[in-house]
């Protein structure tokens, strides 16, 4: 086998020169970090699904006529995507106060927003992606109005979207996180969603129950995150290691209890 070019290694995932000019592959990899990558650890298998619960997101996405950088899933860990120049900014959609926004504001975790919000944060680690306004993101040319106006258009388009199908399987959308990329066709160029969708960028609550099944897991040190993203992946119906009775109510903390072999 041919040993393939590595472009980039990122928190959460690996790029790879794809098979033919202008794709790359997404290899998704069991690391996750938060807090800036203060925090480091692994969380088993999470790769596998988050790589099965990108693909099916993004081509249910494409189905609402959302462009989208994925092209088709390789393997386990892999995907074939289309090659974008990432535009710098952290596209955060919220629906329900939770993360930076509690602290920076003084709201409490679960207030429901008045209305669905978009924030945008430039991509920058050293820097700690700071929030910015969009005066900011024209100031210094990081996207055109135009660009601007595909980005948050979709942007609403994709909560909507994603807002319904989680709440039909139970999971209250609370916030989450977009990249987009512009792809170059002669002189012209437009914008596609690009990046990922899955329980590392998403808040995801169960809605009975309000279980965190989602990367906050990790970051609260509350433990069964493994659990938490396999279950968003079954309840999508998109594996099929269904233990527990149809439409049972999900309780993560009795999971981690018999898990644990502790009492809560
Ligand atoms: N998020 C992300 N990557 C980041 C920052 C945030 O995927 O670098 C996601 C995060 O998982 C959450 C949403 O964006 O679903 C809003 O995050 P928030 O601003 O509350 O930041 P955090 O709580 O992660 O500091």
């Known amino acids: 086998m041919t040993r393939r070019r590595q472009i980039y290694e990122g ?28 925090k480091k650890g692994t969380i088993n298998g999470k790769g596998v699904i988050n790589n099965r619960i990108s693909e099916y997101v993004f081509t249910r996405l494409s189905h609402i ?3 989208t950088h994925f092209i088709r899933r390789l393997n386990m860990r892999e995907q074939l995507v289309r090659q974008a120049e990432i535009i710098p900014i952290e596209v ?17 975790e679960g207030e429901q927003l008045p209305h669905t919000l978009i924030e945008y944060y430039y991509k920058d680690d050293a820097l700690g992606d700071p929030l910015i306004a969009e005066e900011h993101i024209a100031c210094f ?18 909560n909507d979207f994603m807002v319904g199908m989680f709440a039909a399987i139970n999971i209250r959308l609370v ?15 437009r914008v596609i969603l690009a990046d990922e969708i899955s329980p590392d960028g998403c808040r995801l609550w169960d809605m ?10 990790f970051r609260q040190d509350l433990g069964g995150e493994e659990d938490a993203y396999n279950e968003v992946a079954r309840r999508l119906g998109i594996l099929q ?7 049972e109510v999900f309780d ?10 502790k009492t809560k």
């Open 241 to 247: 290691n269904d233990d527990s009775g149809p439409g």
């Open 11 to 38: 928190k959460a995932k690996i790029l790879y020169e794809g098979p033919e000019p202008g794709t790359i592959i997404q290899y998704f990899k069991d690391d996750a970090t938060a807090f800036n990558a203060q």
């Open 92 to 108: 955060v959609v919220r629906n329900v106060a939770a993360g930076s926004i509690c602290k920076r504001l003084g709201i409490e």
């Open 141 to 158: 040319g990081w996207a055109n109005n135009e660009e601007m106006q595909d980005i948050s258009s979709m942007a609403i388009r994709i």
């Open 65 to 67: 006529g959302i462009p």
């Open 175 to 189: 916030d989450f996180k977009l990249e987009f990329g512009r792809v170059f066709d002669g002189d012209y160029s």
């Open 252 to 261: 993560l903390s009795a999971h981690r209890t018999k898990l644990r072999g």
């Open 208 to 217: 009975e129950t309000n279980e965190k099944m989602d990367k906050d897991r």
